[in-house]
């Protein structure tokens, strides 16, 4: 089976023949993915929400190849997630934490040059006392709740800081940020009330620059640009707005190997309680990926896999480790040991296997695991 002719290239490296299973990365379908974000955007500048170990791709070789593309601004969620990555950005970039300022991070946090964004009050007066005691300005982005009730200052706070502003002169903000409940939903009414609540706090702080729009709230127009997006999925391939086709490329692809083939007689049992009972004579393939690999249990007896196109249904439920499916629709044969089935890929999309097993993209991707053959297909100069 030849993983590399759905990229219609063959520049696919083999780095371990005989794995369970590969997971594809696109590096140069990522570049395209930033760069049409910044295409759209500009003049905003276009960050990358690299949290999750890029929602599960790899932060360091994903940020290492936005930062080839020009990107400057990374965030992600935790503090140690920033520790491990800022050695690998350039020089020049900025690494925001998202969860804000825990306590007893501050020094290290301070003295690494890694900015918080700052979620309530009293994270934001630790973070201004640090700046005073260490006699410098700290740099930091304040998150303001817009209507998410999730992170960041409250209305009341936000009015409160107004009035002590000149006691934080110790802290550079870069800008002041929200984040959208409903961005992958255009007709939704909540973008344009967080928007004008968004704008409504923001005036508080004049001067500042602001950032909101996340991947979706890049496709809900201008309005929702401003000086900076922070997308997540939409670099990675993902959907960024519900119900219409995907605007972005492709990045990621997934395919595992058979380790059993087997004909089983009407009236069979098949996989854990026995759950499935063959209502006619079945072919049927193990493979090997199971919920440990990121395939959900609710695809048990829903979701398919597909081989040369066709579509091979999940029978019974996921195991831990493997999954049986039904390969009576190919010609007998066709798969053997070694033989591999595509779980993402051309046939089905990311968001195709998640709405199968009752999720989103998201989950998916970050819960893909680490047992898989991980192969990045370098940037060509084509893609530059
Ligand atoms: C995760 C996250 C993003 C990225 O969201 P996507 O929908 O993946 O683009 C942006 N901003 C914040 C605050 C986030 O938590």
């Known amino acids: 089976m030849d993983i590399s002719s759905s990229f219609g290239d063959a520049e696919v490296q083999f780095v371990a023949e005989g794995a369970s299973g590969y997971l594809t990365i696109d590096l ?14 500009r003049p905003a500048r276009c960050a990358a929400v690299v949290k999750a170990d890029a929602y599960g791709l790899g ?27 800022k050695d690998t950005l350039p020089a020049d970039a900025r690494l925001y934490v998202l969860n804000g300022l825990q306590p ?26 640090l700046a005073r005691q260490v006699g410098r300005s700290l740099p930091a982005v304040l998150q303001v709740d817009s209507g998410m009730s999730r992170l960041g200052l409250s209305p009341e706070e936000c009015s409160i800081l107004s009035r002590e502003m000149n006691e934080h002169a110790g802290l550079e903000f870069q800008f002041v940020m929200s984040h959208l409940a409903c961005a992958d939903e255009g007709a939704n009414l909540m973008n344009g009330e967080q928007l004008a609540e968004f704008e409504r706090l923001s005036r508080l702080f004049l001067g500042i620059p602001v950032c909101l729009a996340n991947s979706g709230g890049i496709f809900l127009g201008g309005d929702f640009h401003h000086t900076l997006a922070r997308p997540g999925i939409a670099l990675y391939g993902g959907n960024p707005t519900v119900g219409a086709p995907n605007p972005m490329e492709p990045v990621v692809r997934l395919d595992v190997a058979v380790v059993q083939t087997r004909t089983v007689p009407t009236g069979t049992r098949i996989g854990y309680g026995g759950s499935h009972i063959a209502d006619r004579e079945m072919h049927l393939a193990t493979i090997a990926a199971g919920y440990a690999d990121g395939l959900p249990r609710a695809l048990s007896g829903t979701g398919a896999v597909y081989h040369a196109g066709v579509r091979l249904p ?67 100069l084509q893609d530059v």
């Open 59 to 85: 932060a360091t070789v994903v940020s290492r190849t936005l930062g080839d593309a020009g990107c400057r601004d990374f965030f992600v969620a935790q503090f140690v997630e920033a520790i491990r990555l």
């Open 28 to 41: 140069g379908a990522l570049r395209r993915n930033y760069e049409t974000l910044v295409a759209m955007l």
């Open 314 to 380: 999940i029978v019974g439920r996921v195991s831990m480790d493997s999954i049986i499916i039904d390969v009576s629709a190919l010609p007998k044969d066709t798969l053997t040991l070694g033989s591999l089935v595509e779980v993402v890929g051309e046939h089905q999309t990311l968001e195709a296997i998640a709405e199968a097993a009752g999720t989103i993209s998201y989950e998916i991707l970050t819960g893909l695991g680490h047992r898989y053959q991980r192969l990045y297909r370098q940037v060509q």
């Open 104 to 129: 007893g991070n501050e020094e290290r946090c301070a003295a690494d040059g890694i900015i918080p964004v700052l979620n309530s009050l009293p994270q934001l007066r630790r973070w201004s006392e």
